[in-house]
């Protein structure tokens, strides 16, 4: 088999037995004949040794998953268990800072552009130093120095510069413009980027923390924290060490302020130590720090970190902290550069609490630099007040400026003129101030404060807050205050100040004026404030709000004016008059006498909106039962004269159930009410029937499919055999169906109604389209097609279509029940209930769920006889072998000849069926529920809830889309399949 390679070919010098990668494939372990585990990167770069040599081969080596953990197996059946440490190899100046990756690479990130830089030397990197533009590289047999190409100081494009290819030995290492520092406990080397020693120092003991704190190339300057807790300060040129002062235990960690005055010292005991560096005296310490950093951009900050909590602090100021987590190294600006475990990253910090801190002290130069450095508008923005309210106009120019209010520096720029004119009345500033900062009552005491009492009134004046203006005129002239007062109103009203001028005509105690102008300009808040505070002896400032409060429509507020007044006949007319009838009725209520001037206007308004169907409501709610028939028979009748039938059906639905309530109310009209409710009923269905054929032989189109106009036609057919209404003419209706029975293939019915038309007056326009027809049936078949012949669902027997029956079964007598669209019979078969069995028992039985007994789960058995001569086998369809208890129901009735049988359930029954298949329509009291059952229950029927009226679901949905309601009864409201369990919902 043959191979590819894919790496670099490298002699590892032994004979290797065990390969196995190490922390997800970054490194391998690699054993052998050398007797020790290697770690090697997967380049194959060796890093070091998993633990000591040990005493044969090494022939298996394995890392534990997700984990440091190392196994090594040897030849002598030993087993050693090793954890690897990797240690932390970094450098920080300023905003740049280089870490190791992977052990071989260096990471370069700038912590304020975010930017990274990848440098690769393919050997175990054991110390980074950084500077300005220099980095240096410890590799265990040299150092590569590397330089910054770019001149730009966001450049992050290093080049090799210098190698020093010497096997160096350091604890810290340090790099500058042009020099290398080692640090080995107590000696400091300094060698030159060659590699060649150019001076060294020795302290008295162990040298805990070096930073570079800047200097000329070659003259750098190095701060040492030692053990013993001295400081000291080496330059790179000079071989004498200068001490800067001793603290009292061992250094952790120091930074040098920016102009290099002040120095803040960890030491071991976690405190923090600020000191003068000149005077080497110890300005203040805080506790609790394990790192320090001085703000690069402000000398009088810094921050230091300890026990996750993050302290700020400014000049002499209290500590400002807040939680954080890892060591605070550098703070440049209001970026703090973290270091947590092994990441850094970059926290903006907002310096608000410092920046404060010196505006409590009224330091606003001080807090402007902070502010510079980063806080929020919201700060800004204080920072420029309070500077204003100081008169430090430079401060809060520069804070404005930053901001963008423009109209505070006109103001500021306002003041600084009047300066250079030789104003120098610091009061007078702060009162002009607060007048442009909306603190007006403040400004005027100033200003009184200063004898400007004028200042004061042509402020309020200016404002248009005369009241306030009045507590300056007694100083400016003494005359009479209230004819000042309506001057000044006058004054108002010709500036069109109209408000002002109807607050001081009612401060002089002119209240009709004040009234006028206050209604003329439709000011409600104010003129029902001023009706509720005149007197109820003021009856005519009281009727002169009330009258503005009519016209402006407000007559919530206008009640309570005349409510004042006690005069409650107003208040009737004014709901009257605006047609808010519910306040009207709910007052009559208390005040019966006023009973005929609501009622009257209200059926008149009634009449006017076409609202019959709520004027007959209204007059049924006052007790006037008489005048609510008669107005809605009238329009009944108005209806069927001028032809609107599906008006004339509608008007009659609500008539019967207006009947259907007085029912439930009256026990002593019970009787007669549910009779008429079902006659209404009936004249409802016909001229809603009617309306469609009538309009078939008036209009030239018709959205009516021929089988539909047919089931119409035939529906009114027998609905009109023993009732004649009004308008509904007989021949439209044989006609039409005469005319649809010829096209759909129904001759015998056709010759049959076509010889009943000639009976008939025949308008002279049908007379030859009457005859010709007549003649031409009579070449066809005189039988009807059986697709056209109704079927009775439960008994199955096919109905002739002309019968001398109504729309029922000819066979059992059983009503057929129709879609109220296309008036087609639906496969449903009413049923009634046993006795006993109440509605809503009833509908909880048939909720409930069918329980399973031994008998559902026979099956149908089959019949089989035989003889000497054949042998049958044929399946048992006796009615005793129907499991379906209401099926068995439907076949067992006797035919009694006229008289109708309906189909009664028992409770076990209404139990045994199913919830989809059943409708129930759910009629009012006194009327009791009717309960159909779908005999084709994939056949989808809807029922409207208002009128339970049944429909084919795409009939009914059709309807609902165009004209927005129920087509019978014109009700909006949510229409089901079926009360128990929806067969479709709209």
């Known amino acids: 088999m043959g191979g590819k390679l894919v790496g670099k070919e490298r002699n590892i010098g032994f004979d290797p037995l065990c390969v196995s990668y190490f922390n997800r494939g970054e490194y391998l372990l690699i054993g052998g004949s050398n007797r020790v585990c290697t770690l090697m990167t997967r380049d194959g770069i060796k890093l070091g040794t998993v633990g000591d040599e040990q005493a044969s081969w090494v022939l298996c080596c394995s890392a534990r998953p997700d984990s440091s953990f190392v196994a090594i197996g040897c030849q002598d059946g030993t087993i050693a268990y090793y954890q690897l440490v990797f240690s932390i190899v970094h450098g920080l100046y300023k905003e740049r800072y280089a870490f190791r990756e992977n052990m071989t690479d260096v990471i370069i990130h700038h912590l304020l552009t975010d930017q990274k830089v990848r440098i690769k030397c393919r050997d175990l990197i054991k110390k980074i130093a950084i500077y300005k533009h220099r980095l240096a590289v410890q590799l265990p047999e040299r150092v590569v120095i590397y330089e ?60 805990r923390y070096i930073k570079v704190v800047g200097g000329p190339p070659g003259r750098e300057c190095l701060l040492l924290g030692l053990k013993n807790g001295q400081v ?95 060591f605070v190294v550098g703070l440049c600006g209001s970026k703090i550069f973290c270091l947590h475990v092994s990441t850094m990253s970059t926290v903006e910090v907002p310096l608000s609490a410092p920046m404060y801190q010196y505006l409590e002290k009224k330091m606003f130069w001080e807090a402007y630099k902070i502010a510079c450095l980063g806080v929020t508008d919201g700060d800004w923005e204080a920072l420029a007040h309070a500077a204003l309210e100081s008169l430090d106009f430079h401060v809060a120019r520069q804070a404005f400026i930053r901001i963008k209010d423009l109209k505070y520096l006109e103001l500021i720029n306002e003041f600084q003129e009047r300066q250079h004119r030789g104003e120098k009345d610091k009061e007078l500033f702060v009162a002009d101030i607060l007048a442009f900062c909306c603190k007006f009552k403040e400004a005027a005491h100033v200003y009184q404060k200063c004898r400007q009492e004028q200042k004061a009134l042509n402020m309020y004046t200016d404002l248009r807050m005369f009241d306030l203006a009045q507590e300056f005129l007694g100083s400016v002239d003494n005359v009479d205050r209230r004819a000042l007062i309506r001057k000044k109103a006058d004054w108002a009203k010709n500036i069109n100040e109209s408000r002002a001028a109807a607050e001081m005509y009612l401060s002089a105690g002119d209240t009709q004026r004040a009234i006028e102008i206050i209604g003329e300009n439709g000011w409600i808040d104010m003129l029902v404030d001023v009706g509720r505070r005149l007197d109820k002896a003021d009856q005519d400032g009281i009727g002169l709000v009330a009258q503005h409060l009519c016209r402006l429509k407000q007559l919530s507020y206008a009640t309570e004016m005349y409510r004042k007044l006690g005069d409650e006949k107003s208040i ?31 059926a008149q308004w009634l009449a006017e909106s076409d609202k019959f169907a709520g004027a007959q409501r209204a007059f049924h709610k006052a007790g006037r039962l008489d005048e609510a028939f008669q107005v809605l028979h009238q329009l009944t009748l108005n209806a069927v004269n001028e032809s609107r039938f599906q008006d004339a059906g509608y008007y009659y639905w609500v008539l019967a159930r207006q009947c259907l309530e007085i029912a439930n109310q009256d026990e002593t009209q019970k009787v007669e009410m549910i009779r008429k409710f079902y006659e209404h009923e009936k004249y409802a269905c016909i001229y809603y029937a009617y309306n469609t054929i009538q309009k078939y032989l008036n209009e030239p189109f018709t959205s009516y499919m021929p089988e539909a106009l047919f089931n119409i036609s035939r529906f009114l057919m027998n609905e009109t055999k023993d009732v004649h209404p009004k308008g509904v003419s007989q021949f439209a209706i044989l006609y039409t169906l005469a005319k649809q029975a010829r096209n759909l293939g129904a001759y015998k019915l056709a010759r049959q109604v076509l010889e009943k038309i000639q009976s008939l007056h025949v308008p002279l326009r049908f007379q030859g389209y009457v005859g010709l027809s007549a003649l031409m049936v009579h070449s066809k078949p005189y039988h009807d097609s059986e697709e056209m012949l109704p079927m009775c669902y439960r008994c199955s027997t096919y109905n002739p279509l002309m019968t001398s029956t109504a729309n029922c079964c000819t066979n059992c007598r059983q009503p057929f029940v129709h879609s109220f669209v296309s008036f087609e019979v639906l496969p449903l078969v009413e049923f009634q209930l046993e006795s006993g069995i109440s509605d809503e028992e009833a509908v909880n039985l048939i909720e409930a769920p069918t329980p399973v007994t031994e008998e559902t789960n026979q099956t149908r058995g089959w019949l089989q006889s035989e003889s000497d001569t054949f042998q049958t086998i044929q399946f048992d369809e006796s009615p005793a072998d129907i499991k379906d208890p209401f099926t068995a129901r439907l076949m067992n009735f006797e035919n009694l000849g006229d008289e109708f049988e309906p189909v009664i359930v028992s409770q076990a029954t209404l139990q045994a069926m199913e919830p989809s298949t059943i409708l129930i329509c759910r009629w009012p009291p006194p009327l009791r529920y009717q309960f159909y059952r779908n005999l084709l229950p994939d056949l989808q029927i809807t029922l409207c809830n208002s009128c339970n009226k049944v429909f084919h679901v795409d009939d009914f949905e059709l309807q609902v889309l165009q004209k927005g309601h129920c087509p019978f009864c014109r009700s909006t409201t949510q229409h089901s399949g079926n009360e128990v369990n929806e067969v479709t919902t709209l």
């Open 148 to 207: 910054l190409h770019s001149g730009d100081s966001t450049g992050m494009l290093y080049r090799s510069k210098e190698k020093i290819n010497q096997k160096l030995e350091c604890n810290l290492l340090v790099v500058c413009t042009r020099h290398l520092v080692l640090c080995q406990e107590k000696r400091l080397q300094c060698l030159n980027f060659e590699g060649v020693k150019e001076r060294e120092w020795v302290m008295e003991s162990p040298i």
């Open 232 to 326: 000291w300060k080496i330059y790179l040129d000079n071989a004498f060490p200068v001490s800067l002062l001793k603290a009292s235990s061992a250094i952790r960690c120091l930074d040098l302020s920016a102009s290099r005055k002040k120095l803040a010292v960890v030491d071991e005991n976690n405190q923090c130590l600020v000191y003068d560096v000149q005077k080497k005296e110890l300005i203040f310490q805080e506790p609790n720090a394990n790192s320090v950093a001085w703000n690069s951009n402000c000398e009088e900050m810094l921050c230091f970190s300890g026990n996750n909590i993050l302290s700020i602090k400014a000049s002499k100021f209290p500590v400002h902290q807040q939680k954080f987590m890892g």
């Open 572 to 602: 009737v007319q004014l709901y009257v008059q605006a047609r808010e009838w519910k306040e009207a009725f709910s007052l009559i209520e208390s005040h019966p006498e006023f009973n005929d001037l609501v009622y009257v206007q209200y």
